[in-house]
């Protein structure tokens, strides 16, 4: 291992100097963008204060937002989504506070959008320059950290392929330690280097940096023995949990009340911040999308009411957020009748209960508009989970599996699974199951940037769709 440049992995320096460059490329975008849209740098106080404003907003927001973390070991991707998050809150934030002090109108909005746009290129640029000088650096031999894996089955042979295949994160594995008797593994990829009795010495020996556990869960003794055996040693130790057997759903570590917390099941969503910038996001849309489409909102609702009696709106009580009912409107596309023994009946092709207006409603996909109602409401997002009838809940619970999950966040407009072809009646049970597989990749992967991506394809291919009835 070379020690000429050896970074400490959570090094202060390291992120106050992310910090300094962070606000710097702020500072610079907008500089760049007034120059670009002036041709000049002869700035008044106005723009110097906005400046100077965005500068320490986009500080907050970029620490709020975990920008500062350890990144060895992530990918691009996770690092991209944060730095977006933050700049997009930023901007948000300044927009906001323009329109609360009266002062929009003063500044560019050319100017403004330029600023975002470049601030977003400019800090991910200097992130990745980062990341691939200290990739060379470590390819090289420098900042490398020096790991043994404690186990000799699946899981410690499992972690072992994850390192050697990010080679990035400067991790190299130099051996497995036995918990078997015969000190001997039946993994290649690394020497065995002997058994827990000897681990102390195996650490001070090969100048170990980390010790990482690859145990199963019920071997709580053999874990004890590592942490005994290494209570004199500077060698981080990190617990690898064998969760693999588990059907996760965005699983993560956290602290809650000051404890260490594996979550097996979550969503992104559910997190503070998360939920804060999915609320801004529906409140935001759906007051926009309400604004421009009222005049075809009135046109629809005087179509229903001279087309056949009964209210313009029908209201439906559906599964919300935590399994929760909530009340969701929707134009009316059917003639008023009861249902017997209140059973719930899908609309099928051709059905008779269908309106003329009904029909083209449901084809077009325009009787869900009222939902942005909900929405403002705070019952609904506009993306995600479709809300089905309660009694149909009640049905498909039994035969699908992870049903209700799907149910851990708040009912949406549109979807992961519409934009994929899964809407419409559910007349299978095979349906059913695409659906919901559909709706949890959503709530595992949702983001700020795949939001966007449903709303963006819906337009053009979730309105009007085969299965539509």
Not at 97 to 124: A, D, K, Y
Not at 156 to 174: R, S
Not at 183 to 203: H, M, Q, R, W, Y
Not at 422 to 448: A, P, Q
Request: aromatic share 10%; charged share 20%; glycine share 6%.
């Amino acid at each position: 291992m070379k020690n000429g440049l050896r970074l400490k992995e959570h090094s202060a320096s390291i992120g106050l100097s992310l910090r300094i460059i962070d606000c710097l490329c702020l500072l610079v975008a907008g500089l760049l963008s007034f120059w670009l849209r002036f041709s000049h740098l002869s700035i008044n106080n106005n723009y110097i204060n906005l400046l100077f404003l965005g500068v320490m907003v986009g500080a907050g927001s970029l620490s709020f937002f975990g920008a500062y973390r350890a990144w060895r070991g992530s990918s691009f991707t996770s690092e991209t989504q944060c730095i977006s998050k933050a700049i997009i809150t930023t901007f948000i934030l300044l927009i906001l506070s323009g329109f609360i002090t009266q002062s929009s109108e003063i500044f560019s909005r050319i100017w403004t959008v330029t600023w975002f746009s470049s601030s977003i290129i400019l800090i991910l640029s200097c992130r990745y320059i980062l990341r691939k000088s200290l990739g060379v650096l470590r390819a090289k031999g420098y900042n490398i950290r020096s790991v043994i894996i404690i186990g000799d089955n699946t899981i410690a042979e499992e972690v072992a392929l994850k390192i050697a295949a990010t080679p990035n994160t400067g991790l190299v594995v130099q051996g497995f330690i036995s918990t078997a008797k015969s000190s001997k593994t039946n993994i290649s990829i690394a020497p065995c280097l002997g058994s827990l009795k000897e681990l102390d010495n195996i650490v001070d020996k090969h100048h170990i940096d980390q010790v990482w556990i690859a145990l199963p869960m019920d071997e709580v003794e053999k874990m004890k023995k590592v942490q005994n055996a290494l209570r004199n040693s500077t060698a981080t130790i990190r617990l690898v949990p064998d969760i693999y057997g588990f059907e996760l759903l965005n699983h993560s570590i956290t602290e809650v009340a000051g404890l260490p917390v594996i979550n097996l099941s979550t969503s992104h969503m559910l997190e503070g911040k998360n939920r804060f910038l999915k609320l801004l996001e529906d409140q935001i849309l759906a007051l926009i999308i309400l604004t421009f489409i009222s005049p075809l909102l009135i046109a629809i609702a005087i179509s229903i009411k001279f087309s056949s009696p009964g209210p313009i709106l029908f209201k439906q009580y559906r599964t919300g957020a935590n399994g929760k009912k909530v009340k969701v409107y929707k134009f009316r596309s059917m003639v008023v009748h009861q249902e017997e023994n209140n059973i719930v009946t899908q609309a099928k092709k051709g059905d008779s209960r269908v309106t003329r207006v009904g029909a083209f409603l449901r084809k077009t996909s325009l009787d869900e508009l009222p939902q942005f109602i909900n929405v403002l409401q705070g019952r609904m997002s506009i993306v995600g989970p479709r809300p089905h009838a309660l009694a149909h809940n009640q049905y498909y619970k039994e035969l699908v599996e992870s049903y209700m999950r799907r149910h851990m966040v708040k009912p949406g407009i549109t979807g992961w699974a519409q934009i994929n072809g899964f809407r419409g009646e559910t007349d299978t049970i095979d349906k059913m199951e695409n659906r919901v597989k559909y709706d949890l990749y959503y709530i595992e992967n949702w983001s700020i940037w795949l939001d966007l991506k449903i709303i963006f394809l819906t337009i053009f291919k979730g309105f009007i769709h085969k299965n539509a009835i």
